[in-house]
């Protein structure tokens, strides 16, 4: 699971499951870790990424960026079917819980941690110990249940209305759209954003 080199801090922390996706053309690495932080990167940030990966998926995606990956029988496997009545998500397979604790001290002051589950797979609140200036949500792994043949189900689950969560949310259509609503008002107020 640790790698034998030493670890350096990062600027981005990311944490979820890799997802092995199903496709007509094979499998192919996705989930919200995985194309985060492959974009953080891309942008010019140091990255970490705190995963849980089984051996049917490749990671060799990421390479050159460090990842800690908790053993697993299996990754979390997802298929998506589409047809004329829209898209069916199944999960076939999920692997195993990240914990916290497995974030190596060096990495828990990172500026930016990302929340990124695609299956329920981590908390939805920061231990004490983690100090970002920004903490990071993409909460479609806490949005969606399964039934008994791993079809996607929707459930409020953990972020029903009584969560309150103290983040931005990472969809950047909906920072977009908050952004844009914050200077609509106040540009119809003050002409300023704020």
Sequence with gaps: MYSLVPLEPVDYLVIGHAAHDLTPS?????????????TARALGLRVGVLTSVGSETSL???????VISIPSEHSATFENVYSEGGRKQILHHRA????????????????????GPVADEVQPI???GFSPGLLG?????????????????PNAGRMGPRSKPRARWSSASRMWAATWSRWSVSRSTRASWQ
């Design 26 to 38: 094979g499998a192919r690495l996705g989930g919200t870790a995985a194309f985060s932080a492959l």
């Design 60 to 66: 060799a995606a990421l390479d050159g960026i460090p």
């Design 96 to 115: 195993a819980p990240i914990d916290f604790a497995h974030v190596p001290e060096v990495w828990r002051h990172a500026g930016i941690v990302h929340l």
């Design 126 to 128: 920061l231990p004490k």
């Design 137 to 153: 949500l993409t909460p479609q792994g806490w949005l969606r249940g399964w039934d008994e043949w791993g079809a996607s189900i």
